[in-house]
């Protein structure tokens, strides 16, 4: 069973599991075999699940693609300073097949939704992370390069 079509009005893109298999069966062959299954939709990106242990993840508008590029290029960088898990793109993918962004494989991480959690409960961790980690410093920099990292 396929989830049903986006309703976002920005997607500009679906990935269809026709459209995710295709790019991984040329791309990455040997994950081609791996069970496609849980579409989800945020505002940025498409996430398929694959298999157990993976997900692949698609921007659906031209304007996060970048955002896709730079998680690909940062996560690897900053994903060891953190104190929880992040999904560091494990394998990058290429346009194709009428797909016009790059795209990543990521580990599945699970968890809950922090959008479907309540405000007050997310306070105390929220405040943690960001004193453990100095994420508001995060984002001044490129490392070695003195150059802004653009932020949305």
Known sequence: ????SPRHPKIE?????????????????DLAR??????????????????D????????????ALLVEHEQRWLPVIAPRLPVPVPVPVRDGAPG???PW??????????????ATEPS????????LAGRTRLTRLGRSRPGSGARVTQR
């Open 13 to 29: 893109i679906d990935v269809t599991a026709d459209l995710a298999r295709a790019l991984l069966a040329e791309q990455h062959p």
């Open 97 to 99: 097949l009428g797909y």
């Open 53 to 64: 242990h993976l997900a692949l993840r698609f921007p659906v508008r031209e304007m996060s």
């Open 102 to 115: 790059v795209w990543s494989v990521v580990p599945w991480l699970g968890g809950e939704v922090v959008a």
């Open 121 to 128: 409960t997310r306070t105390p961790w929220a405040d943690e």
């Open 34 to 51: 791996l069970r496609l299954h849980g579409r989800t939709f945020g505002w940025d990106n498409l996430t398929w699940r694959l298999g």
């Open 1 to 4: 069973m396929t989830a049903p």
